[in-house]
């Protein structure tokens, strides 16, 4: 029996982890915090998904069009093949997720078909959506419960408050993973080796790299941490698309883009509309533009605010503001009304925030790594599908499939060689990150971190300001290594330690590639140079100082890869 170690429980572990042990594997599901502590869990946004072959689903959406949207968003870095698998899939995942009780919104009970979101850059209504606001808790709460229940029958094993600090990798492929159990006051306990025959990685993303996210405070980026000290490659890290309204306050918090879609307007300081000289579509430009013009309001303000407006939003007859507000946005409005803003009559203080990272560990189209035995999906995940900027929408889709792939590939007896034959062709040689030596900076805290990512790799980017960031971090790293070389049992004694190393190597490799690609393209904006450059319409691939690059292969892989 193959034995499976999942670590991750959002949309994509808990999707890996489900099809793998229906399948028949033996399979330990790890997380650092409780189960449903993942952004899967925050998502307001839906799921975007091809349901044209399904009852209820959307009949005049297609393929080619879902494709073509994604492609488009993506400015160039998107790998069609994998694109369209995702979206060839959709319509399984929707109905594997509604299999397992996920209650996707419908226009009138029960049997009547389900309300399709139409969003900004997708060409037709097709996005899904459970509980309004709630679709990723009504899929996190679904796959959850399907997971204690699994685990109660025997057929998993869950280990919660479970920190996975290492991958280990004997010869030439995984054996397993260590860790150690998180105990009350965060601190970490003894470490213990968990035997596996695959690690799924599927960690979430790395917002708390900038002190503005709309990720939970789990999300550290240890899965790519994890990635590069086992010899991983990772990709196109300069790509991290900021949301352009997340709330102005600590533990920031994500205002949906569907409340500007239904008419909310964004105001200045002195109560002046500004998208309206910004872009021809206003409130409803493209999430990278809107950012920008957040931000540059927020800089040149003397209160370094800018404010969403929702008293424009026309409501139905009947209803008040409020009790609109609440039934539309009802985890919006409960998180807005807990922290005393009613904003159905105040303007809500927004920021843009760190919201989604394209780039991660280089997978392919089956979730493969360039480790034997390692795999990687969701967020932590660079597969293609996201290219230069994410299409909204298309991450929870994304995530569910490629779990589920993983998880019927492990389950299966049948499966594939379980490591991704890169084939270099037009794919990028992996350049190793530098290794770090000097220390000069000021000393380590997690906020001056987030302030150094936030001024050097944020919204807009130029090469003194990341070169700034760079030797910062690189200073950090140095006196984090030479403090583990002083005293060897200098491991991290906290869940906080430990996730701060995660998120100084993650932060590292991301100033790297932002530095080395020097256009702006999607969500990488550098202020020196504004324009896209055709000749690097390419990925960049990174490994850690000191690991051996993947050997080239000359292989044909067409069929394995779109499956
Ligand atoms: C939003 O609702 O504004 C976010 C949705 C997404 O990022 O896909």
Known sequence: MTDVLVIGTGVAGLSAALSAAEAGARVTVVTKAALSHTATDRAQGGMAAMTGSLPGGNPTDSVRLHVQDTLVAGAGLCDPLVVHGVVRDSAAAVRDLTGRGVAFDRVAGPDSPWVQGLEAAHSVSRILHAGGDATGHAIQEALSARAREMAHGGHIRLCEYTLVTDVIVAGDRVVGCTARPVLPGRELGGEEFLPADH??????????????????????????????RAGAEVRDLEFFQFHPTALAA?????????????????????????????????ELAPRDVVARAVFAVRTASDDGAAYLDCSTIPVPSGLTRAEFLARRFPSIHAELTRRGIDWSTEWVPVSPAAHYLMGGIATDALGRTTVPGLWAAGE?????????NRLASNSLLEAAVLGRRIGELLGDSGAPSDVWPVARGTDPEPRELPHCDSTTAESFSRAALQRTMWQG????????????AKAGLESWLAAASSSDEEDTAAAPGTLTDAEDRNL???????????????????????????ATDPRLATSTAWIASGSAAPTP???????SLSR
């Open 199 to 228: 690690v799924v990685l599927a960690t979430g993303g790395a917002g708390q790299l900038y002190p503005w996210t709309t990720n939970p405070p789990v999300a550290t980026g240890d899965g790519i941490a994890l990635a590069l």
């Open 250 to 282: 600590p533990g920031s918090f994500l205002i949906s883009e569907a409340v500007r879609g239904e008419g909310a307007v964004l105001r200045n300081q002195h109560g002046r509309r500004f998208m309206t000289d910004v872009d021809p579509r206003e």
């Open 380 to 388: 932590c995940a660079r597969t293609g599908m996201h290219g230069a």
């Open 457 to 468: 790799a944020g919204v807009f980017r130029t090469a003194e300001g990341i070169e700034r």
């Open 504 to 530: 100084l190597t993650v932060g590292h490799a991301l100033v790297c590639a932002t530095l080395a690609r020097a256009e702006s393209r999607g969500a990488h904006q550098r202020a020196d140079h504004p």
């Open 553 to 559: 292969e000359r292989t044909d892989h067409a069929d």
